[in-house]
């Protein structure tokens, strides 16, 4: 047996010997806590997300009620119109979903995981903004709408920040009871899956088919939404 | 089952977990199947089940902790403070889920609360708003005071030596080494409880492996080493 063998198994020794220490009992304050016992209402694994989902949903419906459509709407193919709020839509699901609902046997949402599907719905959004912003005539460009790339991608950005406002906040909300670690990763999933449900409304109201505004102001807009959502999440669970 | 979903707090826990356990059965292994039932137990006010929960996993915890923190007076209050936490947060628990990557990732959680703590309080001022005389110490850097706590012990025995050993690891490989080595969590349950990914967690416990295995080899020379006059020689050459 080599010494690096003997080494490891010196080692897995060690280790195999520190998995338990015998316990002293529950001290006094823990047991008058725990005699105040009475059933609980236990979580759901969808509720949280159902209730996110719900609030991520209606409050983009209501701005965008309170928002003029875009002059393009009635002349753009219905296709690329529903192809594009679907694609919008199911990105904000999936990362509100990952972020939001344990899998099966787990008790916490996992954040790796939620962040993995928060960058691939991202990168979802980069390549519909790169290749499937449409154009019809009706539709503006920056010259005719007399701004500038910047402006007009700030003007956007805003709104898809307070599109993501309402699903970053309930997120939170839902997340407070579960205590997490990690909250960072599940904030990028969160912030992301607002923005991206910020971005569903401008569909429908941004008045420019410019793609490089289209990735600047809304998938960038996004992405910023989903460090706001880690640096908020980290804040409150990791700090 | 749409209401129920809808609904993000579960009804209290029933008769509906039973079903759940069992379809569940083939996806635990037979320790996390009965914690799960105990939790369910505890959940619906079962005076007993929280003892059991108690003996079940305390042992565990305490050694996780007492590995994190590096001090067994420390570990055992932060254990009653997870077990309180724990109680605190039952309703969050997700029936049928395998409570045990929970209760280590609430017990991380403390653990880092009281780390920080430590951080904070490091100067303390007397009451005149002097600095008090420091603690004599031993040639280990371990406090008489903290010392003679560990000799009134009875022995800690071989689990809380070999926790001494991973003493001098960085604070994220002990975390890792700990979780996978020591306690059996898979890399997923590893990342999910200290709130990482499943790549740093494998690459964290590979290096803490091996530098405990180089610290292990090290030991053993110098344990086996003569200290005759070639030893000496070589010690003054190095001076």
Known sequence: ?239 | MLVAALDPLSPPCGGAETGLLESLAGLMDPEALEASEVMARYCRGDAAAFERLYALLAPRILAYLRGLLGDQAAAEDALQLTFLKVHEARGSFVLGANPIPWVYTIAHRTSLDELRKRKRSRVRLTKEGTLGTEPAAHLTGVSAEAQQDREDRPDPAVAARALGALDDLPENQKQALLLTKVHGRSVAEAAMITGSTPGAIKQRAHRAYLTLRQKLGRKRQRDEAPAGPDVVAAGKERR
Not at chain 1, 60 to 70: A, Y
Not at chain 1, 113 to 132: Q, V
Not at chain 1, 202 to 216: D, E, G, I, T
């Open chain 1, 1 to 239: 047996m080599s010494t690096q063998d003997s080494e490891g198994r010196g080692v897995d020794e060690l280790l195999r010997t520190a998995g338990e220490l015998p316990a002293p009992p529950p001290s006094p304050e823990l047991l008058r806590k725990v005699g105040e016992r009475r059933a609980v209402r236990t979580r759901s694994r969808l509720g949280g997300f159902v209730v996110a989902g719900l609030a991520g949903l209606v409050w983009p419906i209501v701005i965008l009620t309170q928002s003029p459509m875009r002059p393009d709407l009635g002349a753009l193919p219905r296709s690329w119109l529903f192809g594009g709020a679907l694609v919008w839509g199911l990105s904000a699901l999936a990362a509100l979903a990952f972020a939001l609902v344990p899998a099966r046997g787990d008790v916490l949402p996992s954040g790796p995981r939620a962040a993995r599907i928060a960058l691939a719905s991202m990168l979802a959004l980069l390549l519909f903004a790169l290749l499937g912003t449409a154009s019809v005539p009706e539709s503006l460009g920056l010259a005719q709408a007399h701004v500038t790339l910047l402006a007009s991608s700030l003007k956007c950005g805003l709104y898809v920040f307070l599109g993501a406002a309402v699903t970053l906040a309930t997120g939170a909300l839902v997340l407070r009871r579960v205590l997490p670690t990690g909250g960072r990763r599940l904030g990028v999933a969160i912030g992301a899956a607002g923005g991206a449900a910020g971005g569903f409304a401008l569909h429908f109201v941004c008045p420019l088919s410019v793609s490089a505004h289209v990735v600047f102001g809304h998938v960038g807009a996004v992405v910023l939404a989903a460090i706001a959502g880690a640096t908020l999440f980290w804040a409150l669970y990791d700090r």
